[in-house]
């Protein structure tokens, strides 16, 4: 089965805060399925905001370049991503 790229929205209390103290993400990961990101990030499908497939170039190359490790930013975007420390 091939890879895709995951793409959700999340929250981190290490994501720097926005002007208005959200601390919102943006989740990505190369994984074979929906099924698979779960089980790595371990949660259930109503968990995970916005659950689906990219095609967002940048995201692929980051996601690809390591799969099922999870890669994260501020979901305003004035960050590159950050590997989620294991």
């Known amino acids: 089965m091939k890879l895709k790229v995951y793409r959700w929205q999340s929250w ?3 994501c720097p805060a926005t002007a208005n103290g ?3 993400t943006e989740e990505i990961m190369a994984a074979r399925s ?6 790595i990030v371990g949660g ?5 905001f916005n659950l ?8 692929c190359a980051v996601a ?4 099922g490790v999870v ?4 979901i305003d975007g004035r960050d590159g991503y950050i590997r989620e420390q294991s």
Do not use: D, I, Y
């Open 71 to 74: 890669f994260w930013k501020p």
């Open 34 to 39: 929906m099924a698979e990101v779960m089980r």
């Open 52 to 59: 689906g497939e990219t095609g967002n170039k940048e995201s």
């Open 22 to 24: 959200s601390r919102q």
């Open 64 to 67: 690809l370049a390591e799969p």
């Open 12 to 14: 981190r209390s290490e």
């Open 44 to 48: 259930t499908r109503s968990e995970f």
